[in-house]
């Protein structure tokens, strides 16, 4: 005679249930952390980069010390990670920050619009701190170390750049144009993973 089988409790599968959902949730909020700045993704690079053009009128002008110091393989940036493009962008708009902000900026530049563009690359890095504060508590998933000590690397080299050229204004033209170029970059990473 077959032994019946005893019947699970239903309680079990409750939890059972409850746990995977809340894993389930778990992750798609942490994929999601940031769409919240889906309005200003729209706007925030195109913004800057008329910023950049208004603050330093001039064309750019050659360094006879180097030629294109400070070279960056773009397609590292290449993800479709929301989460971890928006830790990139957060780096990269700190590195930004950190050299557009110097006491030694040229005197050609215009100054109002410097300010303007330090304040929105500060609102902005603000907004991604919070959202990846909120995503860390609910995510464990790490960060490329490659990809940070790259751009470390980059923007390290560009400050020895402007040291060696005695902060000249063609080596903060150098450093102009790879700004640009990095906001090109941010507008890549966010509009790719917030689609």
């Known amino acids: 005679m077959a032994v019946p089988a005893s019947p699970q409790h239903p309680r079990g599968y409750s939890i059972l249930l409850l746990t995977l959902l809340m894993k389930a949730l778990a992750a798609a909020a942490a994929a999601t952390a940031c769409n919240h700045l889906r309005p200003q993704d729209a ?3 195109r913004d800057s980069l008329q910023l950049l053009r208004d603050m330093a009128p001039s064309p750019p002008q050659p360094c006879p010390q180097h030629s294109a110091p400070c070279s960056f393989n773009d397609t590292i940036l290449d993800t479709s990670n929301a989460r971890q ?3 990139t962008t957060h780096d990269i708009l700190q590195h930004l920050f950190k050299i557009l902000s110097g006491p ?6 215009v100054d109002s619009q410097r300010q303007s563009l330090l304040n929105q690359i500060q609102r902005y890095t603000q907004h991604l701190e919070q959202c990846l504060a909120d995503s860390d508590t ?3 998933t790490r960060w490329p170390r490659n990809l940070h000590l790259t751009i470390n690397k980059h923007f390290s080299c560009l400050h020895t750049f402007l040291h060696d050229n005695d902060y000249s204004a063609c080596a903060w033209d150098h450093v102009c144009l790879r700004a640009r170029t990095w906001f090109l970059h941010i507008h890549d990473l966010v509009g790719n993973t917030r689609t």
Do not use: E, L, Q, V
């Not at 030694?104 to 530049?109: K, M």
């Open 138 to 140: 609910r995510s464990r």
């Open 104 to 109: 030694s900026t040229p005197a050609h530049w």
């Open 43 to 45: 706007t925030f690079s």
């Open 85 to 87: 493009a928006d830790r």
